[in-house]
């Protein structure tokens, strides 16, 4: 990433924002300040939109809940309000509005804070410079710890030590990496790599859902694969996931921009336990393990075929689903194998414009009009016709079904070897 050119006007499109502008106007309050803080300061000024506005202000909680009742077009929800937290709705979406607070003590993820009126001390709580920008309803922007500097430059710097910074929440550590690999140009900060592998026995003691989250933001990051790699060779990436990493894997999943679940499966799934051990380990969803899974079949299937023709893609499209196998195959290209021929390709191509997977011909209701009573029979009968069905390339043709339905049968009505 090279260096940022800062787009300060976009600064009052963000003041003008109509639900920016009714929150500021409620908030303003004779001995009163709030200002935008954070990430929507910081992605304005690199002309980006941002997806979440945060106002902080000297207004105690209940100050701020009866100043929204007294506006028009504003709805206070007490979302936060023992942590000082009150979010606005507004015609633009949520603002969150969150009174300026003072660290009492930390302890990792529980501080004990009080309430502050100090803009400064408030900026001195956050992680990186680059998030401690804070714009007044007046236009002024607020800098009081370099983080103007640190974004024009490409810097992401802890703010005071980067120790202190991750003692308060170890989870620092995995969204120092990603906001380097979204804001960074050239090198980590030497500082802030150091105090991250320091650390690194406190990523055992967080949240795995939190892990999950940042990693997966990590994958979907413009400098993610670079950033991953660091991870990886300071041996943060194995504490993360607990095994090993495919970087190649991981830099074609990248440019062929596939998801960032799919980007985790290219670098850190070689088999069905590398898919069970991160669901586990980082909370996946169902949807997330089944895709990662799903992978692992492939890999598994396509492991050392030398040359894959039409009737096996077929086959393979079949088992695993055209999307899935044409993603796995993207990850795998340039390695020795698997080897897909031109008319394998064209066969997938094909397959592509015709909507997808051949579709098994045969059902279980087919074999009880043949005669069968059902049971267990069906299932060994289906089973082995879909065997035969795949060795041939999935022909779909009444001559194939009817072979299809002979093998079914047969199988069915043969003596079960389970006796």
């Known amino acids: 990433m090279s260096q940022a050119a800062l787009d300060h006007g976009a600064l009052a499109a963000l003041l003008g ?32 939109p941002s997806a979440d506005i945060d106002l902080a202000t000297t207004l105690l909680p209940d100050a701020v809940m009866d100043a929204a009742r007294k506006a028009q077009g504003l709805k206070a929800v007490p979302t936060g309000i023992e942590h000082g937290t009150i979010t606005l709705v507004t015609e633009d979406g949520p603002i969150e509005v969150t009174t300026l607070r003072e660290d009492v003590e930390t302890d990792g993820r529980h501080a004990v804070v009080r309430f502050g009126a100090d803009f400064a001390r408030d900026a001195e709580r956050r992680d990186f410079t680059v998030n401690a920008l804070s714009l007044g309803a007046d236009g002024r922007l ?25 003692r308060e929440d170890a989870l620092r550590i995995l ?12 090198p ?55 095994g090993a990493a495919e970087l190649g894997r991981l830099n074609r999943a990248v440019a062929a921009a596939l998801s960032p679940a799919m980007r985790l499966a290219a670098l850190s799934v070689s088999g069905r336990h590398d898919a069970d051990r991160l669901r586990d380990r980082l909370r996946l969803s169902k949807q997330e393990h089944a895709l990662l899974s799903g992978y692992a079949d492939a890999l598994a299937d396509l492991h050392g075929r030398a040359d894959i023709d039409p009737l096996t893609a077929r086959a393979l499209v079949a088992e695993h689903g055209l999307p899935l196998l044409r993603e796995t195959l993207t990850i795998l290209a340039g390695e020795p194998r698997p080897v897909l021929t031109d008319q394998a390709r064209q066969a997938l191509d094909a397959m592509s414009e015709a909507g997808g997977a051949p579709h098994f011909p045969l ?4 074999l009880v009009v043949a005669g069968l009573s059902a049971g267990p029979a069906i299932g060994r009968g289906l089973a082995a016709a879909r065997a035969l069905w795949l060795e041939r390339g999935c022909p779909t043709d009444a001559a194939a079904r009817a072979e299809l339905l002979e093998r079914a049968l047969a199988s069915a009505r043969a003596p079960s070897l389970r006796a």
Request: proline share 3%; aromatic share 4%.
């Open 188 to 242: 980590p900060d030497d500082a802030a790599l150091a105090a991250c592998v320091a650390a690194r026995d406190a990523l055992d003691r967080l949240s795995r859902e939190r892990v999950r989250a940042e990693l997966l933001k990590l994958l979907a990051a413009r400098g993610g694969t670079q950033m991953v790699a660091i991870l990886s060779a300071t041996g943060l990436l194995q504490r993360i996931t607990g």
């Open 363 to 366: 059902a279980g209701a087919d």
């Open 17 to 48: 924002q109509p639900g920016v502008r009714r929150a500021l106007a409620a908030l303003d309050v004779p001995h009163a300040e709030t200002r935008l803080v954070g990430g929507c300061v910081r992605d304005a000024l690199l002309g980006s």
């Open 175 to 186: 969204r120092f990496f990603r906001f380097h690999a979204r804001f960074g140009a050239g």
């Open 142 to 166: 607020h800098d009081t710890v370099g983080g103007l500097a640190d974004l024009e430059a490409g810097r992401v710097r802890f703010i005071g030590d980067p120790g202190t910074r991750i």
